[in-house]
């Protein structure tokens, strides 16, 4: 049996109760089909189309032409249908199931938002229409930028990034342009907590600052004295989540924000948990300068499988004059974008650059305002507490069979550590696996760092009682196996998966991107 170097199997393994069944002749099981890659399936010589070659029509290509065929795997039309939809349905979806992946945001989509993305006003736009033109996009983004402003109680956002991260960027982007400004360019070291999401660390170094690390207290939060200890006047400003990572408010937040512009720093917040709080805390409030908002989390946009995201970011006073161009402007009854740097100081502003090709994502914009207005206040503030609830029902019904990471209330996600699993020799790893076995997709694992075997559920406001304990039983019956010792149900786990256990590392570390032909003697062969 080859085995990776955790001595875990690598290949499927036929020994826990896979049943006898499982090589079918077809490759099938069941109803999930087996499908090749499209590469394999087709053949340049089939065509789901049948057009005659053109003729009478002179080539405009100079000769540039291409001789040899193009090599792309021609598929009937029902073909090329099964194949992507066999694919998709080897997909976990949030349309599927419970999809309990901590820091994320997996919640429901609903439907009503995507109708509104494809209004044909929003959605058969193109980003260099005239600008007349496209006065109800303009009119929507400047609302939704509004509400946004509300909801944080800040007076400037920039709307162009399209990622958490990206908005990440934009934010540390504006503070060095800051610093800059106030001929500060010597404070380059930033403040990021150990728990921090990695792109934290990233973006700093991305922008030329070095990263100086905050350990966590015993309760998982940010050490304050730690934290005082490194203020200075070489610092930057810190970068903070909140609730952080960890699940957990910061208690500190508004001495962390004195504290920090007291020794000339800015506060970036990492706002991608906004939806823990929104509608019961305003960012602004607690002297945040800078905080991304994902809007593809908190105001369920769809995200994942590199779906768009979108990551408008909120600045401070202190920061707007230096937020990015482009941005909308109202004019009496119309309105503007402006596009160029050189407009902008006319308002008396002094952007740090631009950030994107055009103007965001606008579909993103849609559903989320979308989002906005069919939820009203009360009903954003009722999906942060129900987010919540829903955090603290996994952690009250889980804590007698797992190990919860820190005592007390949690805030929208449930974080347990793999002290449970203690002498059972089974892991963190192969308990997730084990969940995909019984049809869940596996909460995220060994993250925050800063908790050994970290498992972390967030299932969001949207999951139902009757939900959330179909998936507590579940837990709570791994959790009791892998106790009494059934240690073989995890090792092969998953079993009932189209893939088994894969060897991720490699799979991470030497990728096969690229599909080559089979040599002809691989095709004699066969
Ligand atoms: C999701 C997340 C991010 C990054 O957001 P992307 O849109 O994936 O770039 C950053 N920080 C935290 C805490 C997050 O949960």
């Known amino acids: ?131 007349s033109t496209v006065q109800g996009a303009f009119e929507l983004i400047g609302e939704l930028a509004h509400w946004l402003m509300t909801l944080t109680g800040t007076p400037a956002v920039a709307m162009s990034p399209k990622a958490g991260a990206h908005g990440e960027l934009c934010g540390m982007m504006a503070i060095r342009a800051a610093l800059d400004a106030r001929g500060e360019k010597h404070r380059r070291r930033v403040l990021v907590p150990e728990s921090a999401h990695g792109t934290n660390p990233a973006t700093a170094v991305q922008c030329g600052f070095t990263v100086d690390e905050i350990p966590a207290n015993e309760g998982g939060r940010v050490d304050m004295e730690a934290f005082k200890a490194k203020l200075g006047d070489d610092v930057a400003g810190i970068m903070l989540t909140n609730p952080n990572t960890c699940g957990l408010f910061e208690r500190d937040i508004k001495e962390i924000a004195d504290l920090i512009h007291e020794a000339g720093g800015y506060f970036y917040c990492d706002g991608a948990n906004f939806n823990a709080i929104v509608g019961r805390v305003r960012p602004g409030d607690l002297g945040i300068d800078a905080m991304h908002i994902n809007l593809h989390k908190t105001f369920s946009t769809p995200h994942g ?8 970011t909120v600045f401070s006073e202190a920061l707007a004059p230096y937020a990015p161009v482009p941005y909308v402007k109202q004019n009496g009854d119309s309105w503007t974008m402006i596009e160029h740097e050189g407009e902008a100081r006319e308002d008396g502003t002094d952007p740090f650059g631009r950030m994107t090709a055009f103007h965001g994502n606008m579909g993103m914009f849609t559903r989320a305002l979308s989002y906005m207005m069919s939820h009203g206040s009360d009903g954003l503030k009722q999906a942060a507490e129900d987010a ?45 696996k084990a969940m995909i076995d019984e049809g869940y997709h596996p909460m995220t694992m060994y993250f925050p760092l800063v908790v050994h075997g970290a498992m972390l559920i967030e299932p969001t406001e949207t ?44 799979a991470a570390r030497s990728p096969i991107l690229r599909w080559t032909p089979p040599t002809d003697e691989q095709v004699a062969a066969e």
């Open 1 to 131: 049996m080859s085995m990776n170097n955790q001595g875990r199997p690598s290949r499927p393994v036929h020994t826990y109760d896979a049943g006898a069944y499982e090589d079918t002749f077809s490759g099938s099981r069941g109803l999930d089909q087996a499908e090749p890659l499209i590469f394999e399936r087709g053949h340049f010589d089939n065509t789901g189309v049948d057009l005659d070659e053109p003729k009478g029509t002179p080539t405009r290509l100079a000769g540039l032409d291409r001789e040899g065929e193009i090599g792309f795997p021609g598929l009937s039309e029902p073909e090329a249908m099964r194949h992507y939809v066999r694919l998709s349905r080897k997909n976990y979806a949030i349309d599927l199931g419970l999809y309990p992946l901590g820091s994320c945001t997996m919640k429901h989509n609903p439907r009503l938002n995507e109708k509104m993305a494809r209004l044909p006003g929003f959605g058969d736009i193109h980003p260099l229409q005239p600008q």
């Open 305 to 312: 499988g590199g779906g768009p995201g979108s990551g408008p």
């Open 388 to 432: 919540v609830l829903n955090a603290n029902y996994i952690q009250a019904r889980l804590s007698h069979v797992m190990t919860q990471a820190f005592e007390g209330t949690c805030m929208h996600e449930a974080l347990f550590d793999d002290r449970f699993l203690k002498d059972t020799g089974v892991s963190t790893l192969d308990f997730a």
């Open 463 to 506: 999951e139902s009682r009757a939900s959330l304990d179909r998936f507590c039983d579940t837990l709570e019956g791994l959790a009791l196996a892998a106790k009494a010792g059934e240690k073989d149900r995890f090792m092969a786990a998953p079993v009932h998966a189209p893939a088994k256990r894969l060897d991720e590392t490699r």
